[in-house]
C-alpha cells in the first residue's frame, strides 16, 4: 500500500511580497470591512492559519456594485482594441509574476507547486484569447422582408456581473470568466471562494498594474456572509448577470434566486464523469489518461472521472497497471519538491472521501491501493477494485482521488451505465474502433467527452455541461457570448 509522503518542506518565499494582499478590492482601492471584521484563511497542508481578509456583508457588497456601474458606461465604450490593450498587458503581468502567483496558490489550496504553476499558466491563456477574442464580437446585417429597410444585431455587454468561484482552481476559474466578461465591455464584482481569497486579491493587484480603470474589476471577501451576499447579488438590481462555478446545490439556489429579477445566469456545476475502457484500447494510453484525469488536484475537479469502467477482459490488467502508477506518487505538503499530490482542501473533504470508501468496502469493493488518510487533510490516492452500481461513489461525486472501478461487458451495457446519471459535465472513453468512437461520443450525455485522452480542457474548446451540470459555455468562441445581450436594429426609410 502506497505509504508516500513528503516531508522536505521548503518554506514559501515571494520574489514580490505585495502581491500577497490581506484586503478587499473595491474601486481600485484596498479596503477593509465596514465592519472592521476579519476571517482567517487556512493553509490546508499545515492547518495554520496563512492570513485574515476582511469578512464583508451585504453593506461592503453593494459598495462593490456601485463601483462595477458607475465604471460600466466608460468601460463598454471603450474601443475593443483598448480592452484587448488591458487585458494583454494583464497577461504578461500573470506570466511575469507566475511563480508567485503559484506560490500563493499552492499556500490556500495546498496542490504541489508544479500543478499550481500549470494552473497559473493555464488561467493566462484565458485573458490572452479573450484579448484577442474582444476585437471579435462581429454582429450582422441581415435581408430585410421589408422594402428600403435592413436588419442590423448589435451586440452589446450585459452590464455589472457578479461571478462566484470555487477553491479547487482559485485563480484558473476566476480569469476565465473574468476575461470574458471584460472583454465584452462587462465590469465585474467577484466573490471568491472563502478558503481560497489570496489568488483573487494577487490578480487585483496585477490588475492595477495594468492600468485598468477604477471600479472595472472589484473583489469583496467573505466566509461567514455568503448567504447574504449571495443573495444580494442575485436580487439587487443593478447586477446583470451572475456566473457561477461550483456546487449543484448552491447553482440550483442561485438560479432560484435570480428568477425575482430575472438575471441572466451561466452555472458550471458538477458532474459524475464516466471513464469507459474497452478492451480494444490502448491500455497504456488508458491509464495514462486515467492518472491524469482522476487525480489532478486530488480529484478535486468537476471534470474528474467518478466512475471508472473497464471491459471485463482487460479489467484486472488495467487495475493492476492504475495501481502501479499511484504507488510512484509522492503525498505531501505542495512546497516539498518531491510531493506530486498534496493535501485534500479541509476535513470536510476527507470525512467524504473516507465515507465513500466504508461504503464501497461495506458493500463489498477491494482497495488495491490506498484507502485511508494520511494526519491532517491528507489521504492516500485510492484505487478501487469491484464496485457496483449500489455503492455511493456510482451518484456521488467524490471530489477526491478515489478511483473507482466498475466491470462491464458490453458496449451497450455501458452506455446505459454511463448516461444513468443527472449530471453530464464531462466524459471519457478509449477505444481503437472508430465506428465505435464515433458512435459513443454521440451518445454520451454530456457537453464535453474525452476520446483516448484524459485531458479535456484549454482556452480554445468549449467548456460547460448539460443536464443538472449547468448552463452555458466558458473559454472558445462562444464563451464571449455568456456576457452579451443582442441588439436588432429595425433600420426604415432607406
Ligand atoms: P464547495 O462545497 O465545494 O465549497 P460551493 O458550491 O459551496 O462548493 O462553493 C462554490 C462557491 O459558491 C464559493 O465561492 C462559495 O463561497 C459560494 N457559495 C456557497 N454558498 C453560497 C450561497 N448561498 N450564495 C452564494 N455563493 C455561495
Known amino acids: 500500500m502506497s505509504r508516500n509522503f513528503a516531508t522536505e518542506i521548503k518554506s514559501p518565499k515571494f520574489k514580490d511580497p505585495s502581491l500577497f494582499c490581506k484586503s478587499a478590492f473595491i474601486n481600485n482601492e484596498w479596503v477593509n470591512a465596514k465592519s472592521g471584521e476579519t476571517y482567517s484563511v487556512i493553509d490546508p497542508a499545515t492547518e495554520n492559519e496563512i492570513g485574515k481578509v476582511p469578512e464583508m456583508n451585504v453593506e461592503d457588497i453593494r459598495e462593490a456594485i456601485k463601483a462595477a456601474k458607475s465604471a460600466f458606461k466608460e468601460w463598454a465604450n471603450l474601443t475593443a482594441k483598448n480592452r484587448h490593450d488591458f487585458l494583454l498587458a494583464l497577461h504578461s503581468q500573470i506570466l511575469e509574476n507566475q511563480n508567485d502567483l503559484a506560490t500563493i496558490l499552492t499556500l490556500e489550496n495546498g496542490k504541489s507547486y508544479n500543478e499550481s504553476l500549470g494552473e497559473i499558466r493555464y488561467g493566462a491563456t484565458f485573458v490572452e484569447w479573450f484579448a484577442q477574442e474582444s476585437r471579435r464580437v462581429y454582429g450582422d446585417v441581415i435581408p430585410s422582408p421589408f422594402k428600403n429597410h435592413k436588419i442590423i444585431v448589435e451586440k452589446q455587454p450585459i452590464g455589472v456581473v457578479g461571478l462566484i468561484t470555487p477553491w479547487n482552481f482559485p485563480s484558473a476559474m476566476i480569469t476565465r470568466k473574468v476575461s470574458a466578461a471584460l472583454a465584452a465591455g462587462c465590469t465585474v464584482v467577484i466573490k471568491p471562494a472563502p478558503e481560497t481569497p489570496y489568488s483573487a486579491l494577487a490578480l487585483a493587484e496585477l490588475a492595477v498594474r495594468s492600468g485598468f480603470p477604477k471600479g ?28 457561477f462555478t461550483g456546487s449543484s446545490a448552491v447553482g440550483k439556489l442561485l438560479m432560484e434566486q435570480s428568477s425575482s429579477t430575472l438575471k441572466n445566469i ?57 495501481a502501479d502508477k499511484v504507488s510512484g506518487f509522492q503525498v505531501g505538503n505542495g512546497f516539498d519538491p518531491k510531493t506530486t499530490h498534496g493535501p485534500l482542501i479541509n476535513q470536510r473533504a476527507v470525512n467524504k472521501v473516507t465515507r465513500h470508501v466504508e461504503d464501497a468496502v461495506a458493500k463489498g469493493a477491494e482497495i488495491l491501493i490506498g484507502g485511508t488518510k494520511h494526519t491532517g487533510n491528507f489521504f492516500y490516492p485510492t484505487v478501487l477494485t469491484n ?33 444513468d446519471s443527472p449530471y453530464g459535465l464531462a466524459g471519457y472513453f478509449y477505444s481503437r474502433d472508430i465506428g465505435r468512437c464515433w458512435r459513443v461520443a454521440n451518445a454520451l450525455e454530456v457537453g464535453m467527452v474525452g476520446v483516448n485522452t484524459g485531458i479535456i480542457h484549454n482556452c480554445e474548446a468549449p467548456f460547460g455541461g448539460i443536464k443538472e451540470s449547468g448552463l452555458g459555455r466558458e473559454g472558445s468562441k462562444y464563451g464571449i457570448d455568456d456576457f452579451i445581450d443582442l441588439k436588432y436594429v429595425s433600420m426604415g426609410g432607406l
Open 387 to 419: 464496485m457496483t452500481k449500489e455503492m455511493v461513489i456510482t451518484s456521488e461525486e467524490t471530489f477526491g482521488p478515489i478511483a473507482a472501478l466498475y466491470k462491464f461487458e458490453t458496449e451497450d451495457e455501458v452506455m446505459k451505465l454511463a448516461n
Open 266 to 322: 451561466s452555472l458550471e456545476l458538477g458532474g459524475n464523469a464516466p471513464f469507459i475502457i474497452f478492451d480494444d484500447a490502448d491500455i497504456d494510453s488508458a491509464v495514462e489518461g486515467a492518472i491524469a484525469c482522476k487525480f489532478r488536484a486530488m480529484g478535486q475537479a468537476c471534470i474528474a472521472a467518478n466512475r471508472i469502467y473497464v471491459q471485463s477482459s482487460i479489467y484486472a490488467e488495467f487495475a493492476s497497471r492504475l
Open 216 to 243: 472595472v474589476i472589484n473583489v469583496v471577501t467573505t466566509d461567514k456572509h455568503i448567504k447574504e451576499v449571495g443573495l444580494e447579488l442575485c436580487t439587487n438590481l443593478d447586477v446583470k448577470k451572475i456566473s
